[in-house]
């Protein structure tokens, strides 16, 4: 079964709106996780590392105070996408390291009006 | 270049036949390297991961790693049409550790009846 859990699957808004994705580990803790976004036809893009306890860390070229991320448990990392706008919409993915694996939530498409 | 390359395909092969997807990596420090699965408006899915030089077999799944070429390969045998999916090639950077994946853009595979 799943063992990286991701919610909503999908989500539509109207621009403007925040929109917030919560991804959880379900049979481990996971100090770091991963959201990763994604547009049609391309590989997975790293935004930023969510990190327990601490401040997330953004790729290059990621706007941290539009993707805001808390990680305040060791099992909850949230992403909030503020103030969307239609560029904003893509496959957004969280991941978390477990037993030496890399997995994956299950996804959300975010669509912005 | 890339840090990791795959031939975006698409890589046509009949059912039954032996699917071959390659990849190669940049940064010979690398050490963990890991095939997903990806179906159209899915999330990735794990299906191999080999640490070491040589072959790695899990029922019709057969991943190849030869460091010294850097080159990591996954073979499909008796490809079914299920198998029709992108399939994404990810690695470890080389400090190690619980890290960000790197991924490749992915090889799309269409496995006909």
Same mark, same amino acid.
């Given at each position: 079964g799943a063992v990286v859990?991701?919610?909503p699957s999908r989500v539509i808004c109207k621009s403007g709106t925040s929109v917030k994705i919560e991804c959880r580990s379900l049979d481990f803790q996971a100090t770091t996780m991963f959201w990763y976004r994604q547009f049609p036809k391309q590989s997975l893009m790293l935004m930023a590392t969510s990190n327990e306890g601490s401040?997330?860390?953004y790729e290059q070229g990621v706007e941290k105070d539009k993707f805001l991320i808390n990680h305040a448990s060791l099992t909850l990392s949230?992403?909030?996408?503020?103030?969307?706008h239609p560029e904003d919409s893509s496959f957004y993915i969280c991941s978390a390291w477990g037993r030496e694996k890399l997995f994956f939530g299950s996804g959300t498409q975010l669509s912005v009006l | 270049q890339k840090e990791v390359e795959q031939n975006s395909g698409p890589l046509s092969v009949p059912e039954g036949a032996i699917a071959s997807l390659n990849c190669t990596y940049s940064d010979r420090g690398s050490q963990s390297?890991?095939?997903y699965r990806q179906y159209s408006g899915?999330?990735?899915? #794990?299906i191999m991961f080999i640490y070491s030089n040589g072959d790695k077999e899990d029922g019709r799944f057969t991943a190849? #790693?030869?460091k010294a070429s850097q080159y990591v390969s996954l073979l499909i045998r008796d490809s079914q049409p299920s198998d029709s999916a992108t399939y994404l090639c990810a690695v470890t950077p080389p400090r190690g550790g619980y890290n960000k994946l790197i991924f490749g853009a992915g090889t799309r595979l269409a496995v006909h009846p």
């Open positions: 859990s991701q919610h401040k997330a860390t949230t992403l909030t996408v503020t103030s969307a | 390297f890991f095939w899915k999330s990735p899915e #794990l190849q #790693l030869n």
